[in-house]
């Protein structure tokens, strides 16, 4: 059955006016941090919330909201997952969802056998987000700063970020979009040596542009293979490397 567990860090008997509050209503579990119109200054928790298997893997939406501490999510399945937290980390390790959002203030991110069918979404002041064997259709992020490592399967890339380091390593070749705006960044892409074309458009004042396929530049767009995919990077001053993913 469902399973709640507090584990109180730097106190040993809270007072029970501290203890979480949890009700289930409709088939909705909501849990408060503490007992309504509680102060409390200086009190910190872990709470674990278990699941049985077959709920786990059948929920139709994950909501958590915090002011500050560290989430993670394991083996779970749910139509939306939606995450609002302002400092801390966010894990997540064998999420299956349709979308996924999360806002986020100055967090670390980490994610690893999640998929969203549909979407992920993300928007940060400042994040370190690292994700790997991650798959979606959309992935969006909007940020003040961001680092960004992703290792999966997507279609369409939006990225809209004011400073940032990107890589995307994408073995499955499915990239059909990818628009990133930024004033200062660097983005590299690692796609497959059979990856069958691009057509890359680097805008900017002072942008560079490399690659490992051979391209064709026509104005100021370059062209490989059959020109699929649609690359579009544009920057104040940036830099957009697409490297070969060797056998």
Do not use: W
């Amino acid at each position: 059955g469902l399973v709640i567990g507090e584990t109180y860090l730097r106190k040993n008997t809270p007072a029970e006016s501290e203890l979480a509050r949890y009700r289930i209503s409709d088939g909705k579990l909501t849990i408060q941090f503490c007992a309504p119109k509680t102060v409390v200054s200086h009190l910190e928790k872990d709470l674990t919330v278990s699941l049985p298997q077959s709920l786990a893997a059948s929920l139709s939406e994950i909501t958590v909201e915090v002011a500050t501490g560290d989430i993670n999510i394991v083996s779970v399945s749910a139509d939306t997952v939606d995450i609002d937290a302002a400092s801390g980390s966010v894990s997540m390790q064998s999420v299956s969802a349709r979308d996924i959002e999360l806002d986020l203030a100055a967090t670390s991110l980490s994610f690893e056998g999640v998929t969203a069918t549909r979407r992920i979404k993300i928007n940060s002041a400042s994040a370190m987000l690292r994700m790997a064997d991650t798959k979606t259709e959309a992935f969006e992020v909007k940020a003040a700063s961001c680092d960004l490592d992703f290792e999966g399967s997507l279609s369409a890339v939006e990225l809209d970020v004011t400073s940032m380091k990107a890589k995307f390593t994408l073995p499955d070749g499915t990239l059909s979009d990818f628009d990133g705006d930024f004033t200062n960044g660097e983005i590299t892409l690692y796609l497959p040596e059979a990856f069958d074309g691009f057509e890359a458009d680097v805008d900017g004042f002072a942008n560079s542009f490399s690659s490992d396929f051979s391209t064709e530049k026509r104005d100021e767009e370059y062209i490989y293979g059959n020109g699929r995919a649609a690359i579009s990077v544009e920057g104040v001053i940036g830099k957009l490397d697409i490297r070969k993913i060797l056998n």
